[in-house]
């Protein structure tokens, strides 16, 4: 089987799953996006929004679109260079933060997610997808940017957590050293790496 079947076969599984209350109320598992055949990189998000829900695509509403932005301004084609996933597979209520519980029902999907696609890069995209892989108190204002390790069935990988894009929507400004600014050098060492 190719990657494609085996994503396949473990979406199915995601789709019947009820692992957790959160499968009570979606509308749609939000299982992916992007190119399991090609990828370089896993981005992995907080959890589905409202939009996600109604088109079981992650990354679709405003911050999706900003996201999309920032990835053509340096070159990361999201069809063809990135697989996106989130924590969760189904979508909160009233788009809170998943749980710890919640998280850890959709951990085995996510990490076998991860080792099909055996990506060059792990992005971390917000503080909630931070914490899920690496533990830290250490906010994520002061640890996006560098490059970290992170251990995924047994394996070893590089990884780097960046400002998830709903935060940007609030931080207009591209000035050296604002959010924005930060976030374009990030994806540019993510890139170039």
């Known amino acids: 089987m190719n990657k494609k079947q085996i994503l396949d076969e473990l979406k199915t599984k995601c789709e019947?799953?009820?692992?957790?209350?959160?499968?009570?109320?979606?509308?749609?598992?939000?299982?992916?996006?992007?190119?399991?055949?090609?990828?370089?990189?896993?981005?992995i998000g907080e959890a589905p929004g409202e939009n996600e829900d109604l088109t079981g695509t992650p990354f679709v509403g405003r911050a999706g679109k900003l996201l999309n932005e920032f990835l053509a301004q340096v070159g990361i084609s999201r069809e063809n260079d990135l697989y996106i996933i989130n924590t969760v597979k189904c979508r909160p209520p009233k788009n809170r933060v998943p749980t710890d519980f919640e998280k850890s029902a959709c951990r085995d999907y996510i990490e076998t997610q991860i080792s099909i696609i055996?990506?060059?890069v792990i992005i971390l995209c917000g503080a909630t997808?931070?914490?899920?892989?690496?533990?830290?108190?250490?906010?994520?204002?002061?640890?996006r940017g560098e490059?970290?390790?992170i251990e995924v069935k047994g394996k070893k990988y590089k990884a780097m957590a960046i400002f998830h894009p709903?935060?940007?929507?609030r931080n207009h400004s591209l000035e050296e050293g604002k959010p924005r600014w930060l976030m374009l050098e990030d994806?540019?060492?993510i890139k170039n790496s």
């Open 118 to 120: 055996d990506p060059k």
């Open 129 to 143: 997808a931070l914490k899920s892989f690496y533990p830290t108190k250490t906010p994520i204002s002061k640890i």
């Open 16 to 43: 019947n799953c009820q692992n957790c209350a959160l499968a009570e109320t979606r509308t749609n598992v939000v299982f992916s996006d992007g190119n399991p055949d090609n990828a370089k990189y896993v981005l």
């Open 166 to 169: 709903s935060y940007l929507l």
């Open 147 to 149: 490059w970290l390790k």
């Open 187 to 189: 994806l540019k060492n």
